[in-house]
Each structure stands twice: as structure tokens, then as C-alpha cells.
């Protein structure tokens, strides 16, 4: 399983940032896919979350927007109206065969 996040930049407060996570070594298509953050200093969190047949959830629904392409096995996390707190690493995750995948993070920094 091989998780390889892209797209994180350094963006001034109100800018946006689209994310993407390619995936490889499972069958994409049947797998919810997760995109967490880590902040320096604080806990991993879940930022949003889609299942196989696309149902999402998101801890901001307003700013965020998680998508799958399973024809390209690739999720995107789309992130609107940037805030300085949005300053984290941000993570790809699955589950497979019942054991965590994480990807090696991608930085985003939101400049105030």
C-alpha cells in the first residue's frame, strides 16, 4: 500500500489549495479514503472522510471538500477560504485488511 500526498503550498489567509493523494498497492475503488491534519504541538485530526460509494463527511463542510476519482485512484481535498489555524501537515489514510496506511504528509501553511 503506497499513499503519496501532493499539493501542499504556503498560501496567504482567504487563498485555496486543492490536495491529492495517489493511491497504489489495494483496490482503491472499495476503500473510504481519510484526510487528516497535524498541527505542531497538537493531536492528529480527521479533517474529512469518503467511503467507497462516496458518502463523505466533513469536520468543516463549509471551507473543505473531500472527492475520489477511482478511475485515477486519487482523493483531493479541496480547501477554500484558508485560515492561519488550517497550518498543519496533512495526511492520506486508508485501512486495509484492518491495518492503518498513512501517506508522508504534505505542508500547508496559511500565512495571516
Known amino acids: 500500500v503506497q499513499l503519496v500526498e501532493s499539493g501542499g503550498a504556503l498560501v496567504q489567509a482567504g487563498g485555496s489549495l486543492r490536495l491529492s493523494c495517489a493511491a497504489s498497492?489495494?483496490?482503491?475503488?472499495?476503500?473510504?479514503m481519510g484526510w487528516y491534519r497535524q498541527a505542531p504541538g497538537k493531536q492528529r485530526e480527521l479533517v474529512a472522510r469518503i467511503t467507497s460509494d462516496g458518502s463523505t463527511y466533513h469536520a468543516d463542510s463549509s471551507r473543505f471538500t473531500i472527492s475520489r476519482d477511482n478511475a485515477k485512484n486519487t482523493v483531493y481535498l479541496q480547501m477554500n477560504s484558508l485560515e492561519p489555524e488550517d497550518t498543519a501537515v496533512y495526511y492520506c489514510?486508508?485501512?486495509?485488511?484492518?491495518?492503518?496506511?498513512w501517506g508522508q504528509g504534505t505542508q500547508v501553511t496559511v500565512s495571516s
Open positions: 498497492g489495494f483496490i482503491f475503488s472499495i476503500n473510504a
Open positions: 489514510q486508508t485501512r486495509v485488511w484492518g491495518s492503518d496506511y
